[in-house]
Nanobody, 122 residues
Framework: QVQLVESGGGSVQAGGSLRLSCRASGGLLQGFAVGWFRRAPGKEREFVARVGWSAENVEYAGDIKGRFTISREKDGITVTLQMNNLQPEDTGVYSC???????????????WGRGTQVIVSS
């Protein structure tokens, strides 16, 4: 059974960086699009970024662009989210979603991870 496992979360000060990983256990991410989402305390889940199966197609949420970079690792089972210049409003639980391109924009892919916590202090 394929599972998605996120890692790399933690606590940082504003301006700091974290690198999140979404790793497929028991399966592949090749051939699938992957999206990253976050849920801030008391708020709805929101789209952060997505990458297509070819890795050439990427999209970011408006307030993320220029600070975060989504990429696929050559191992075929990992998608990373490099987050730079983190701000307190980036605090939340970050989760990844596997599916087709259209699905992962809205979190409708069939496979989700449990998430990893990111806390950014001012």
């Amino acid at each position: 059974q394929v599972q998605l496992v996120e890692s790399g979360g933690g606590s940082v000060q504003a301006g700091g960086s974290l690198r999140l990983s979404c790793r497929a256990s028991g399966g592949l991410l090749q051939g699938f699009a992957v999206g990253w989402f976050r849920r801030a305390p008391g708020k709805e889940r929101e789209f952060v970024a997505r990458v297509g199966w070819s890795a050439e197609n990427v999209e970011y949420a408006g307030d993320i662009k220029g600070r975060f970079t989504i990429s696929r690792e050559k191992d075929g089972i990992t998608v990373t989210l490099q987050m730079n210049n983190l701000q307190p409003e980036d605090t939340g639980v970050y989760s990844c979603n596997r599916g087709i391109w259209q699905e992962v924009k809205t979190g409708q892919g069939s496979l989700w991870g449990r998430g990893t916590q990111v806390i950014v202090s001012s």
